[in-house]
């Protein structure tokens, strides 16, 4: 019960979170672009807008379930989660 209430409020902060994120995302996105034109060098890259599919497992269950997002919103959740771990803790202070 424990668990899944932490990751339910993890979920939330998480989709709270990535709106907020893509904005800044998209204009890097395109400020690579176009300096990458400038310079005339052509780097291939993976297609942000290709949908993977991955295989999760429900958390408290053994059911795994198939999710599929674009690559750009895969990379989005592990920055977020990323960020959500590394945020100090609210009641704890370094002294």
């Known amino acids: 019960m424990k668990k899944s209430s932490i990751a339910l409020?993890?979920?939330g902060?998480?989709?709270l979170v990535l709106p907020a994120c893509s904005g800044q995302r998209q204009s890097t996105r395109k400020d690579a672009l176009a300096a990458s034109q400038e310079d005339g060098k052509s780097r291939k890259r993976p297609d942000q807008d290709e949908i993977v599919c991955k295989i999760e497992r429900v958390?408290?269950?053994?059911?795994?379930?198939?999710?599929?997002?674009?690559?750009?919103?895969?990379?989005?959740?592990?920055?977020?989660a990323q960020d959500f771990?590394?945020?100090?803790?609210?009641g704890y202070q370094l002294r």
Not at 59 to 80: A, D, L, P, Q, Y
């Open 9 to 11: 409020a993890a979920l």
């Open 13 to 15: 902060i998480l989709l």
């Open 59 to 80: 958390t408290g269950s053994h059911i795994r379930r198939k999710v599929c997002k674009s690559r750009f919103m895969w990379e989005m959740e592990n920055i977020s």
């Open 85 to 90: 771990l590394r945020r100090p803790r609210a």
